[in-house]
């Protein structure tokens, strides 16, 4: 089984920072690629950001030029570097892993799911 862990969520004033961690355990495997959803309350979960193994980075329109991701292979870590963060940015996020692979901006290619972690930018 696989095992993931997100942290470094928080309340944080609108135009400040957070950084996003999630940790991988379990079932040793090389996910092709990673990615962080989020879901804001009454919403659909969508993408926020994946990265491939190979380093290639893909974002949402909405945090594009404000959330870089990126990944530390020998820790099993993806991280979510969020600035100048928005109110509409609340929201639980979410870190996924693929088993098979497949299109890696298609929710429904994450087999594996933490339990998220709570993002809360005030006014």
């Known amino acids: 089984q696989v095992q993931l862990v997100e942290s470094g969520g928080g309340m944080v004033q609108a135009g400040g920072s957070l950084r996003l961690s999630c940790v991988r355990s379990?079932?040793?495997?090389?996910?092709?690629?990673m990615g962080w959803f989020r879901q804001a309350s009454g919403k659909q979960r969508e993408l926020v950001a994946a990265?491939?193994?190979?380093?290639?980075?893909t974002y949402a329109d909405s945090v594009k030029g404000r959330f870089t991701i990126s990944r530390d292979s020998a820790k099993n870590t993806v991280y979510l570097q969020m600035n100048s963060l928005k109110p509409e940015d609340t929201a639980v996020y979410y870190c996924a892993a693929p088993w098979y692979g497949g299109n890696w901006k298609n929710e429904g290619a994450y087999d594996y799911w933490g339990q998220g972690t709570q993002v809360t930018v005030s006014s």
């Open positions: 990265i491939t193994s190979g380093g290639l980075t």
């Open positions: 379990g079932r040793t495997f090389s996910p092709d690629f």
